[in-house]
């Protein structure tokens, strides 16, 4: 008994709430059909226009025609005449390499009058023992002077005209056999270097004109046209090489700056295209978007798309142009629900 009677007592009391709650709405609307509001979207019609899909991929300047100068003997660099930034000739000398071998030799003829001089001072002269040391004395020199001009130092030539971008040794530093000195690049022949996939290799054509930005550069969008593309694919990573050569640009270009590049992959030129942010996925991995009809009503429509070009993206199925479609609030919809339309004030653009 006294169960059912506070069965009762909670029953009106949740009752009296639920009341005293309508009564303080001032709408008179109850909380739950308040949380049933109209969802407000934004909507934008579906345009047919030419669209241009683009890759962006980075280069870097480089030298076409360069020279790395390598010492051709181990030993020492006993003179260096180039120095970074400097303008260098074809036939001048860079470089005199002073080989370990003659430096070996000179070292013991110079050891051995050493020897000798030291032996003297003690010495009397006009003895058998002076004599003796004297003409050793002499011979050695005879022999230092020898080893001097019978083995010479090996001068290095430079093969190019051009600038030295690059110094990697410098004077009384011991080199070996091939290791680099210097580098020397032709900055007449400076190219934008730079490799896309070879899923691109039919955008890659020779005379192709293409933007390029520098990061040195970068308020300066430049013309860069193919200047050659190389008739091999990287079998490492699978991509197909080439040289852009910068057109019309008076400012300084230097090996090593990097290249931002546009290069157009595909082009559609009658596309049904709508905002990219109107396209969402769905858990099974299909792509819909909201159609709003003449009566408000937001309707879920599977899609497929194409390419993509800057906020524009290509409805290749499921579309036709001129339907509104959710731009704004699409996240919360549901199929074939009531929506109200935001109106976009006078005066200002969609």
């Not at 005209?161 to 290791?179: P, Y």
């Not at 694919?233 to 057109?247: A, M």
């Not at 290069?263 to 819909?288: R, W, Y």
């Amino acid at each position: 008994m006294k169960k059912q009677k506070l069965k009762t007592v909670l029953f009106f009391a949740t009752l009296l709430s639920v009341l005293l709650t309508a009564c303080n709405n001032k709408d008179g609307k109850t909380v739950l059909e308040k949380s049933k509001k109209t969802p407000v979207v934004k909507i934008q019609s579906a345009v047919q226009t030419k669209l241009e899909s683009f890759i962006g991929i980075t280069g870097t300047i480089e030298a076409n025609i360069y020279s790395e100068i390598k010492s051709p003997v181990d030993g020492v660099i006993e003179n260096l005449f180039a120095r970074e930034n400097q303008q260098v000739e074809n036939g001048q000398v860079i470089a005199v390499i002073n080989p370990n071998d003659r430096l070996s030799l000179i070292s013991n003829n110079q050891l051995q009058v050493q020897i000798f001089e030291q032996q003297l001072k003690p010495s009397e002269k006009n003895t058998k023992e002076y004599a003796k040391l004297e003409q050793s004395l002499i011979k050695a020199k005879i022999n230092l002077e020898y080893a001097k001009n019978m083995y010479q130092t090996n001068p290095v030539i430079c093969p190019i005209n051009g600038i030295v971008t690059h110094r990697w040794l410098d004077k009384g530093s011991q080199v070996t056999a091939k290791e680099k000195i210097v580098t020397i690049s032709d900055m007449n022949s400076l190219v934008v270097k730079a490799a896309v996939n070879e899923k691109y290799f039919a955008a890659i054509k020779q005379g192709r004109k293409l933007a390029v930005i520098l990061n040195a550069y970068p308020n300066d969008t430049l013309t860069g046209v193919i200047s050659l593309v190389y008739p091999q694919i990287n079998p490492e990573t699978r991509s197909v090489e080439f040289d852009i050569k910068i057109q019309n640009f008076s400012k300084k270009l230097l090996p090593g700056m990097m290249a931002s590049i546009q290069i157009p992959v595909a082009v559609k030129g009658n596309a049904i295209a709508v905002n990219v942010d109107a396209v969402l996925v769905s858990p099974d991995n299909k792509q819909f978007l909201f159609v709003v009809n003449k009566d408000s009503i937001a309707i879920k429509r599977i899609v497929k798309t194409g390419i993509t070009s800057g906020k524009l993206i290509e409805i290749s199925e499921g579309m036709n142009e001129h339907e509104n479609v959710v731009v704004m609030g699409q996240e919360v919809l549901k199929d074939s629900v009531k929506v109200k339309v935001l109106r976009t004030p006078k005066g200002k653009k969609k």
